[in-house]
């Protein structure tokens, strides 16, 4: 089990990786753009409709997480935001050259909560 520090410290990091309020995450989750990227059990995802993405999953679970008080947070809340600091990290040293407003790439980061974009 994580210490009250550990706790301080998933949470910091995972505020500093997430720059999308709970409410443009949700609008976005919605968009046929961050449904058709990513993949579902292991496999790519191969058209709109079918299984949910890992990343679309974990960008409801962010939500509820932001929705959360810090007292109401589970040792499954901290494994997700450790996750999604983890995936974001990676994610952007990946960032391709060119445009990236309209890429999968910027959409799939925004499934986990994060905009490249934003200021």
Known sequence: MASEDDHAQIVKDFDAAV???PAELERWLKTEDAKSVGWAAGE???APGGEESVGHKSGAHI????HRKKAELTDADY???KKVVGYVHRHMAQRPSGDVEHSRW???LMNWGHDPLKR
């Open 19 to 21: 720059n999308m309020t």
């Open 106 to 108: 910027r959409h799939s």
């Open 79 to 81: 494994a997700h935001m």
């Open 63 to 66: 939500v509820a997480i932001k």
């Open 44 to 46: 790519p995802k191969s």
